[in-house]
């Protein structure tokens, strides 16, 4: 109702000054939803704002913006506006995060990988410098070693699971929800050897059973991973090829929602 609403308004305004950052909080949340209306806007005013079937959109329209617009399965737009908003955001800190993790553990550590990358990557275009296989073996471990969403996912089992883990036959029931904990998978002995160390050269022959998933996995997996990939393998590639990178300080992990290396400090020097 109106009165309703005026009320919680008003609570709000004389409430901030008791908790600024609820206030700051609820105001950043209100800019990410104008920032997700005003691409909703301008798709709108490029496009039209009736709904295009997929069978009609040609390859410049079929965006995920488009596909957000164009779906009528949404309730309305605020529907819309928060589903924008985790695309924008969901990937952001954790991608940044896995580079910072990936170039800590790289110079801290000396691999002799980076070396070898280095050395291969000479007279290469700019373009094929993520695709020399020792730079996707740096960024496996590091992600393996620190990853950013350390305490997993959650799933519904819809249907009974039965599967053999090594002599042992596991029986998931219908209807349980389990929580898939990465951190102590990722060093779980069983799967890596030296688990607890920052080793690439584990991802050259990498053993059937090692156990790699920091996207997830199936069709509720990371909606981002392919962009994530994407971002890691070029940010990385281009530091590695242009910089060597300086200790000033490993930092501390931390951990809230997201796992990431605080105070940690590199001092860059540009190789040429």
């Not at 349980?176 to 951190?183: D, E, G, K, P, V």
């Not at 080793?199 to 156990?211: G, I, Q, V």
């Not at 931390?254 to 796992?259: A, D, K, N, R, V």
Request: aromatic residues 10%.
């Amino acid at each position: 109702p109106p009165t309703l609403s005026l009320h919680r308004s008003t609570l709000l305004h004389t409430t901030r000054f008791l908790f600024p950052r609820v206030w700051r909080a609820r105001r950043s949340a209100n800019k990410v939803r104008d920032i997700a209306y005003r691409m909703m806007d301008n798709y709108r005013q490029k496009y039209g704002s009736k709904m295009i079937p997929d069978s009609q959109r040609d390859f410049e329209q079929d965006t995920i913006i488009s596909r957000i617009c164009n779906n009528p399965n949404y309730a309305d737009d605020d529907e819309r506006a928060a589903d924008i908003a985790i695309l924008m955001a969901a990937g952001h800190d954790t991608t940044a995060y896995s580079i910072s993790w990936t170039l800590l553990e790289i110079f801290r550590n000396h691999v002799p990988e980076l070396e070898t990358y280095r050395k291969k990557i000479a007279g290469l275009p700019r373009d094929e410098w993520r695709n020399v296989p020792e730079l996707d073996y740096m960024i496996k471990e590091g992600m393996r070693l620190n990853p950013v969403l350390a305490m997993g996912t959650v799933r519904d089992v819809g249907t009974e699971i039965t599967y053999q883990q090594f002599d042992e036959k596991i029986v998931l029931p219908k209807d349980s929800i389990y929580f898939i904990n990465l951190f102590p998978m990722f060093r779980n002995p069983l799967y890596y050897d030296e688990p607890d160390k920052f080793l690439p050269s584990r991802w050259a022959n990498p053993k059937t059973e090692m156990a790699h998933v920091p996207f997830s996995i199936g069709p509720r997996n990371c909606v981002g991973r392919a962009l994530a990939d994407a971002e890691l393998h070029t940010v990385i590639s281009t530091l590695l090829g242009r910089y060597d990178f300086e200790v000033e300080s490993e930092g501390h992990a931390e951990f809230l929602t997201t796992l990431k290396p605080a105070d940690c400090l590199l001092i860059p020097k540009k190789l040429f």
